[in-house]
């Protein structure tokens, strides 16, 4: 019996036009990612991944090809439809936190919900958002001000308020960059974490190979195609030990 792919692209490409220069950032990419997998993507600036996190996270439409998200066309869906999917079921973390300033990380983590198509009192916004929060580790600083938190903490409240609306996929576009070595362990534990315990199907892009060891599959980019996908049978841990794949993902193009 075979399981519908929650991620699958056929033949994705994505040229932009700067003036007379067409930029190919993908040439014909094919790929599919299972329910509950936990993929991280690397390749150097300009190889087209970061590009795919945006095709995936429906902030950007491909030039041709087609991208199946839970077996449906995302082509074929409305804007409506498209703004529900990215509030429901995909929640974003990226680089530069993104985070309101002078701002307490429970009000951040809350600003989803201010933006839902359903209106949710402000008690529910709490709650959730201190769930959320005890979720990454910082139920105890709730009231700190983003200003007040170091890097590291910053990123896990970004990942708390990714987390809000229980998202099935996590798309993080260099989770890690900002953060020195031993704070990237503290926040790659995260994401094992809710892979593990939520089986939050997780796409991590980063240029560092260290940070790709995390992953129980690596897919590389080079020039706007995929150069190699495999399983991480040696995959890391957060404690920056080695250890051994416990299931076997089937292998996709």
Known sequence: MTT???????NLTKTYQMGEVAVHA?????LNINAGEFVTVIG????????????????????S??????????SHL??????????????????????L???????????????SSTPVSASER?????????????????????????????QRVAIARALLNNPSILLADEPTGNLDSRTSVEVMDIFQSLKEDRGITIVLITHEPEVAAYGSRIVAFKDGLIVSDELNEQRRTARGELA?????VEETA
Do not use: W
């Open 126 to 154: 709490r709650n959730r958002a201190m769930a959320a929060l005890e979720a990454v580790g910082l139920g105890s600083r709730y009231e700190h001000h983003t200003n007040q938190l170091s890097g590291g903490q910053q």
């Open 44 to 63: 150097p600036s300009g190889s087209g991944k970061s590009t795919l996190m945006h095709i995936l996270g429906c902030l950007d439409q491909p030039t």
């Open 65 to 74: 090809g087609q991208y199946f998200l839970d077996g449906k066309d995302v």
């Open 26 to 30: 993908l040439r014909s990419v094919s």
């Open 101 to 115: 300033t002078r701002t307490s990380a429970l009000e951040n983590v809350e600003l989803p919900l201010l933006y």
């Open 244 to 248: 051994e794949l416990p299931v076997a």
């Open 4 to 10: 519908t792919p929650v991620i699958s692209i056929k």
């Open 78 to 99: 409305s804007d409506d439809e498209i703004s529900s999917v990215r509030n429901s079921k995909i929640g974003f973390v990226f680089q530069g936190f993104n985070l």
